[in-house]
C-alpha cells in the first residue's frame, strides 16, 4: 500500500474514531514517534524552521489553528518561518502530554496537548498564554517516522 494511501486511511480511522483494532507497536517504535514531537517543539522553540520541515514527508498536509491549510514540506516551511519572523519569533511551546495509537506497524498518530507562550497577538501585544492539541498522523518510511498529516486546535474558552 503506498504511502498516500496508507495515510488516508490513517485520517480515516481517526476521524470516525476506529477502536478496537488498533496495531501494537513495540517501545522502540513509540518512543520513536514520540521522538518526531519532541522535536517538533525542539525546532519551534529555536525557530528553526528547517528543522521543523524535515519532520514532514515531502507530500505532508498541515492544517493550522485557523483553519489554513498547506500541502508539501515546502510550503509548511514557508508559512511557519514567515509566523515565526514575526508573531511567533518569541514564542515558547511546551508539550504536556501526548498519547500515541498504532493503526498499523507503520502508520500512528500522535495526539498532543500543548502550551503557547510568548507570541503576539493581532494587535501586536503581547498574545494571552494558549493551550491546544496537535493531531499528527506519521508513517514510516524507510525506517524513519514523519509526519504525513497535522492538525493544529486551539482549546478556546467558552464565554
Do not use: C, Y
Not at 493531531?135 to 486546535?153: C, F, H, K, Y
Amino acid at each position: 500500500m503506498d504511502r498516500k494511501r496508507r495515510a488516508s486511511i490513517a485520517v480515516l480511522a481517526v476521524l470516525i474514531g476506529a477502536a478496537g483494532g488498533a496495531a501494537r507497536a513495540n517501545g522502540n517504535e513509540e518512543q520513536a514517534v514520540r521522538s518526531v514531537v519532541e522535536r517538533f517543539a525542539d525546532a519551534w522553540n529555536r525557530h528553526d524552521m528547517d528543522a521543523f520541515a524535515r519532520l514532514f514527508a515531502e507530500d505532508a498536509d498541515f492544517v493550522n489553528v485557523v483553519g489554513i491549510r498547506w500541502v508539501g514540506r515546502p510550503a509548511i516551511r514557508e508559512a511557519h518561518a514567515a509566523t515565526h519572523a514575526t508573531i511567533f519569533k518569541e514564542s515558547r511551546l511546551t508539550i504536556e502530554q501526548t498519547d500515541v495509537r498504532f493503526l498499523d506497524p507503520d502508520v500512528a498518530v500522535a495526539r498532543s496537548r500543548w502550551t503557547l507562550v510568548g507570541h503576539t497577538a493581532r494587535d501586536g501585544q503581547p498574545g494571552a498564554p494558549r493551550t491546544g492539541f496537535l493531531t499528527n498522523v506519521l508513517v514510516q518510511r524507510d525506517g524513519r517516522w514523519e509526519i504525513a498529516v497535522s492538525q493544529n486546535t486551539d482549546i478556546v474558552s467558552r464565554p
